[in-house]
């Protein structure tokens, strides 16, 4: 059974930088797509903020193009975040999400992905 934790978050200032890490356990994931997705506080719904396929092809929604980086390192069965000129509307929890599929072109609905992990909050203020 596959699992997900997430790890990273914490308090930081406009402008600042995180790196967010996604580690994976139970199998590989070399053959699943990671997502990460974004709880704004107050809010229900889990919006995409970037994916990457399993051939290492990568997609970000536009509030975050030219900030976030997500890469993979298969052999760590990890995925990462790299976050950097931080916005307070930033702030929230950020979940990782696996799950495989036959094609991606874009960032994902959390509505397709059957394992998360249990979040890691993101603070960006002053």
């Known amino acids: 059974q596959l699992q997900v934790v997430e790890s990273g978050g914490g308090l930081v200032q406009p402008g600042g930088s995180l790196r967010l890490s996604c580690v994976a356990s139970?199998?590989?994931?070399?053959?699943?797509?990671i997502c990460w997705f974004y709880q704004a506080p107050g809010k229900e719904r889990r919006e995409g903020v970037s994916?990457?396929?399993?051939?290492?092809?990568?997609y970000y929604t536009d509030s975050v193009k030219d900030r976030f980086t997500i890469s993979r390192d298969n052999a760590k069965n990890s995925v990462y975040l790299q976050m950097n000129s931080l916005k307070p509307e930033d702030s929230g929890i950020y979940y990782c999400a696996a799950d495989r599929f036959d094609e991606v072109y874009g960032v994902l609905t959390p509505y397709e992905f059957d394992y998360w992990g249990q979040g890691t909050q993101v603070t960006v203020s002053s």
């Open positions: 994916c990457i396929t399993s051939d290492g092809r990568t």
């Open positions: 139970g199998v590989t994931l070399d053959d699943y797509a």
